[in-house]
Every structure is written in C-alpha cells, then in structure tokens.
C-alpha cells in the first residue's frame, strides 16, 4: 500500500478563482492510498516547500502529487523538495489542473472542478505503481564545437574556451566573420564593423583554447550528448596573395572530434531576388539589395566608400528604399518580420545624406518597427535631422524608364497612388534560413520550422536549446535577430554548454524506455520508429537495445512493439491502464 500525500495549489486566483479548492480536497482525501490532502495558496513558495517536507516526515509518505499548473514550470522544483526531505524524486508527480482545467473552463467552475477532480484522480492510479529511480551516469567530453564563424559563432567559442575548455570552431567559408564582415557603419552609432569585428577576430585567433578550421564543412555527427563523434572535411585550399580569397581547391583533408556539445550558428541567407518579379528581380542594374548597398559604404568595397550608380557609376541624386520586400507577404513570399530591416534602412538612408547631402532619400515603409534600447530614437532621426522621406504603403511595383528606375506604390495614410522616379533602388530584402541548413538539420537531428530556421526545444523557457539534447542555437540560424541580439544569445548557448561541463558525468533522466528481453522478439520495428536514433539490436541476441543517452522516453517504441516489450519508466502499460479505469 503506498502512502500517497496530495497538495493542491491555489495559484493565486489563477486556480482557485475558477476551481472549488475546498471541494477538491475532501474528494481526494477519500481515495484509497491517500493519507494526506490539503491546499495552500501559493505551493511552489518557501512555506508550500516547507509544507510538503513536513508532511513527507509526519506521515512517512512515499509518493506526493502537487496539483498546480504545468509539469513544465516546477516539476523539478517539488522534485528537490521531495528530495531533500528523503523521498525519491521519482516519487513526485504533478497534477496539471490550471492549463487543462482552471484556464480552459473559467466560466464553467462545476465542470472544470470535476475535470480537475478527475485529473487527480488519474495521477494518484499513476502514483500507486512508480519506481524509485536513479539516474544513469554517463562518461563526458569536455570539448565543444561551434558551427559557423560569424558573430554568434565567435561570441559562443570565445565564452566556452575563455572557461578553459577547449573549442573546434567551423567556417564553412575561407574567413571568420560571416555577414557581419560585410557591413559599414552599425546603428545606433555608425560604429565600423570592421573595427569592431577586428577585436573579436584578433581573439578568435590567438586563442589556446580555439582551434579554427575555415573552408571546413560538418560532414558526419553521430554519438549524442557529452560524447558527440563529428567528422568535418577542410578544404585544402590553395591561396593567392596575402588576405584573397582561395582560387584552387585541392582534396579536402578529414578531422574526426568526440565533442560533448555543439553550438550552431551558421546564420542567414537574403531572399532570391529573382523571386520579386514585382520588384524587377535582378533585371535592372539600379535596383540592389541592402548588402549590396553596405558593400559600398564601406571603404574597401568596389567604390572605396563612394555611393554610386551601378549602371553608369553616377552619384545617385534621389535613392529609393523598399521595406519588406519579401517579407510580411503571406501570399507571395515570407510572411513573417526580418526584424532588422526597419533600422539598417534609416541607418543607410542617413549615411547616404551625410555623403550626399543635396540627395533626396525616400522610404517605402509598411510599418515602422524599431524594438530595441534607442532604436526608436534613432530611426526619428532619420525624419527630423536627415529630412529623410517616409511614405506609408507597400510599394508594388518597380519598373525602369528612360534611364530610371520608377517605385509605384499607394500612399496608404492617403490612399492616393504615388510614383517616385530614383536614380537608385535598395530592397531591404528578407532574411531566410541558409539553403544548406535543413541538410545540417538532419545530421545534427535538429529539427527545422516552416520557414527553414532551427527550431528551439520551447520559444519562452528554452529558447537556446534544440530538442536534440546538447545541441544550442545562437543567432539568426534560429530567426532574423540584430547584433546586440545575436551576441546575447551566443553567450546564453555558451552558458548552456558551459553548465552541460560543470558536471564530473552526464546526468540522463531514469525515465527512458527499456526493453523486457523476455517478451522481446526481434522484430526490429522499433528501430525505425525511434525519432532519437536510441534503437539498435543486441550485438548477439536477437533482442532490441536502448541507447540509455539517447533516449528521450517519449515512448514511441510502445506504440509500435506487438508483444508490449517496450515500456518506459514509471509510464508502463499498467500505469496507462490504470490511469485510463480510474478516468473512466
């Protein structure tokens, strides 16, 4: 007979102002094993802590449900309490009846009060037959790999390697520094890149703890978490004076690495445009994308710095920038914000009236969207200081006439039509996913969303952690970000990497899936149904085997196993069944 201890919190209103709290522990009380009911207003506080340990004492329980929101939130949370009044963390379970009930029944008190009744009630038929477990240990390397050697990709290696453990840095290009490298001045401050990026490259280089390898690509990864095999080929290239680019390739020379964790940041690619047929595509010599406009504003681009006509290398009196193009355009392109646009456009438009100061700058804006500390402060003034024109509308097309380029669009504060004739046309073009990176996806088994961009294990509590575990994400590789966001996030990957390292072992969760060899026939069909790779036969057996690092325990095999061989830990058959009577 177990001795099971329930408590229900009141969340403040958010259960108790829709659910009737008193009602649902005098019925609960009255379930078999069940020893100990009450509630309290916030469980997850110091008190609702202390009250959860002292009854685990006074009433010897052995298994504890808390009844408050999401596993998600603080399941570990009343784990460690348990744990630290002498209960098996594996003896707590969590009762969601705020989301699944409270939230998603306000105005139906009695029902959502019965359903929460009825959760509870499945989680005691659960409890009566957990294990106590323990965790499995695992051996660790200590190494990292960042794949990408732009921003991200330096900011994550120079926080991990500056710890003191060593770091294999991959650039699948011939030099570090990835878009950033291509930009002039950066907003807020018209700082230059290149200055700014000379730093992070000078400790990049001198580094102990980093190893560079560029014209290098991942090629193979396999193993899982603290004990990643990765194979990367280099291209041995063969190069030409000084700092220029390669010219010959010769055979790629192959590296093997046991890596413990892997950050990518592999970054973004600009939308095709050859895509925007509205736009001219690539037609017009005078329409350009913003990249094409930063190469030159810088001084080592192909006009030294100078602003000029591609077509005739004319000083453009009257440039025309288009916002979203390719972007926010569910019906044509990306439907989603490049997020960076709206501020590399007023940065480029003031550049281009310091430098060409009786020019007339005009911007083709659906929305002004400036998130960021004096972002906003910036982009007015661009208006108030620059004269820089804005017109509100989505220009629709663009077309060439006499030597100039035409931008017709509606004027949507008006609704009047509006034609600008310009010298010169940037598109601020979206950012999307690199074309390679669905292909680096499937190797690292990295899922990807619609669009093409890395997908985060959760967007609010995980937000740099894949769903493949120790595999981190930093940068646009997972959506469009500025550079003050993309650092951040490179060095929260690296803190994620650095507490995978602080450990002596891997700590992998007890609730995995196992095999009972006895029932086990061969057959094999869990192999392929293993979204983890976490299955494989016995070397001698014709049995299957769980990969214990690998596995994630969400049970896909026991769907597909005939003889019920498959099981995961503390959710087996007869716990589902059970939970399944006791709803019914």
């Not at 926080?159 to 490298?181: C, I, N, Q, T």
């Not at 981190?472 to 590789?477: H, I, K, P, S, Y």
Request: glycine share 8%; with cysteine; proline share 6%.
């Amino acid at each position: 007979m177990k001795r099971i201890g329930i408590f229900v919190c009141h969340c403040g209103t958010n259960i108790a102002g829709t659910l009737d709290v008193e009602r649902i522990v005098e019925e609960i009380g009255r379930y078999p094993d069940v020893v100990y009911a009450s509630d309290y207003r916030y469980m997850c506080s110091d008190p609702g802590q202390q009250l959860i340990r002292e009854r685990i004492g006074e009433d010897k329980l052995d298994s504890v449900i808390v009844a408050a929101c999401s596993p998600a939130m603080h399941e570990t949370t009343f784990r460690r309490t348990a744990e630290s009044a002498g209960l098996n963390p594996y003896q707590t379970e969590i009762a969601n009846i705020r989301e699944q009930a409270s939230w998603v029944h306000q105005k139906q008190s009695e029902a959502a009060t019965n359903k929460a009744i009825e959760t509870i009630r499945t989680i005691v038929a659960k409890a009566r037959y957990n294990q106590s477990l323990t965790p499995f240990h695992l051996p660790l390397v200590k190494r990292a790999l960042v794949i990408g050697g732009g921003i991200a990709g330096m900011q994550a290696a120079l926080d991990v390697a500056d710890a003191g453990y060593p770091v294999v840095l991959v650039e699948k290009s011939e030099r570090l520094g990835g878009r950033m490298a291509e930009l002039s001045g950066l907003y807020l401050n018209f700082d230059a890149a290149a200055n700014l990026l000379e730093s992070k490259l000078e400790s990049v280089r001198e580094h102990p703890n980093i190893q560079v390898l560029n014209s290098a690509e991942v090629t193979e990864v396999g193993g899982y978490v603290g004990n990643f095999v990765v194979k990367v080929e280099q291209r041995e290239d063969v190069p030409t004076d000084g700092d220029q680019p390669a010219t010959a390739p010769g055979q790629p020379v192959p590296y093997t690495f046991d890596i413990g964790s892997i950050v990518v940041a592999t970054g973004y690619e600009l939308y095709n445009r050859n895509r925007l047929g509205e736009y001219g595509g690539t037609r017009f010599p005078d329409v350009i994308d913003g990249l094409q406009f930063e190469e030159m504003l810088r001084p080592d681009g192909p006009t030294a710095g100078q602003i000029r006509r591609p077509s005739d290398g004319r000083v453009p009196k009257e440039v025309v920038w288009v916002q979203c193009a390719g972007s926010r355009d569910p019906e044509l392109h990306m439907p989603y914000c490049s997020k960076v646009c709206c501020m590399y456009v007023a940065k480029q438009s003031m550049l281009y009236k310091q430098m060409v100061p009786d020019g007339q700058a005009t911007i083709f804006y659906i929305d002004i969207r400036t998130q960021g500390k004096g972002y906003e402060e910036f982009s007015q003034q661009a208006m108030e200081n620059y004269d820089v024109l804005y017109v509100r509308g989505k220009a629709s097309k663009v077309f060439q006439e006499n030597g100039r380029v035409t931008v017709w669009g509606v004027d949507t504060l008006t609704n009047l039509p509006i034609e600008v004739e310009a010298d010169l046309v940037v598109l601020a073009t979206a950012t999307v996913p690199r074309g390679d990176a669905p292909e680096l996806g499937q190797r690292l088994r990295v899922s990807t969303d619609e669009h093409g961009f890395f997908s985060e294990a959760h967007p609010k509590l995980r937000p740099v952690e894949s769903l493949t575990a120790g595999v981190f994400l930093a940068g646009a590789v997972q959506f469009p970000k500025d550079i003050p966001e993309t650092v951040a996030q490179a060095s929260g990957a690296a803190s994620k990497v650095l507490s995978l390292f602080s450990q002596r072992q891997m700590v992998q969760e007890p609730t995995i899936a196992y095999v009972d060899p006895e029932l086990c026939s061969g057959c094999g069909l869990c192999i392929p149904a293993c979204p983890y790779e976490a299955r494989l036969m016995h070397d001698w057996q014709p049995i299957a085997v769980v990969n214990t690092a690998l596995c994630q325990g969400c049970g896909a095999c026991t769907m597909v196993c005939p003889n019920k061989a498959c099981q995961v830990r503390n959710l087996t058959h007869q716990q589902i069944l059970s939970m399944m009577e006791a709803y019914l």
